[in-house]
């Protein structure tokens, strides 16, 4: 979900070598041309021509051509997921569904190995209460509804954000393990100048990247109002949240 470190791992994660990343791919957002398989394959990867962005493949066809593209270069194909829509909505789809759209749409041609990750929700609503897209539309509440209902749905496939930042190496053999990919243990020299991303916004981010030392780090909690702390306390969501995810 937003605000979850995805950027910064995604980056991690596409720094491995051969691995081709592909970030925050949905199949309702396959209409923007930044957010489309094909586009990112031509502009990151040259995987794709112009030809093949002009002919505007459906969805599933579209990940089809890239995939075995891939393929052919002996690499893997890793999709970041943008998972916001279907746990919050607000974006392109108003009504969150509640389950991996993204998962359901592919699964009848693909073998999946999936890898969820999660942040603390309290810190998690600090830094997406402040995007732009969420200003005065989503509420503590909803928040925390649709982030009980992602942790339902992922089950006990995940890695926390904080002990990535704490031990990424560790971490991000544990995420390899679960997505069946080959682990490079170099990406943590060469994380930070990944530019094959989307969501690398530095005016919002206090995480995705520090150009000079390369560090991958934890993050302090931003000062917390006694009101939202006293909400997310009472609120059944959230609670059962920190349980599913052992805060």
Not at 189 to 200: H, L, P
């Amino acid at each position: 979900m937003a605000r979850s470190g995805g950027t910064m791992v995604s980056k991690c994660i596409g720094s491995m070598s051969g691995i081709k990343l592909f970030s925050e791919i949905h199949p309702d957002a396959n209409h923007v041309a930044y957010m489309n398989v094909t586009d990112q394959a031509h502009r990151w990867y040259g995987l794709a021509t112009q030809e093949d962005i002009d002919r505007q493949d459906e969805f599933v066809s579209g990940v089809k051509n890239i995939y075995q593209a891939a393929e052919r270069q002996n690499a893997t194909m890793v999709l970041r997921d943008w998972a916001s829509i279907d746990f919050i909505g607000k974006i392109l789809n108003p009504e969150p569904i509640y389950q991996f759209q993204l998962n359901a749409v592919l699964a009848p041609h693909f073998d999946l190995h999936t890898c969820a990750l999660v942040r603390h929700p309290l810190d998690q609503w600090l830094s997406t209460r402040r995007l732009k897209i969420f200003a005065d539309k989503l509420s503590p509440a909803e928040f925390f509804y649709g982030y009980r209902r992602y942790a339902e749905a992922i089950g006990n496939r995940f890695v926390q954000y904080e002990a990535f930042t704490r031990c990424p190496k560790t971490h991000m053999q544990k995420i390899c393990e679960m997505m069946q990919i080959q682990y490079d243990s170099r990406f943590i020299e060469r994380w930070y100048q990944n530019a094959c991303i989307t969501g690398d916004n530095k005016k919002t981010s206090r995480g995705t990247s520090d150009s000079e030392a390369a560090e991958i780090r934890p993050l302090p909690r931003r000062e917390v109002e006694a009101a939202l702390a006293d909400e997310a306390v009472g609120n059944a969501d959230y609670q059962k949240s920190i349980k599913l995810l052992n805060y």
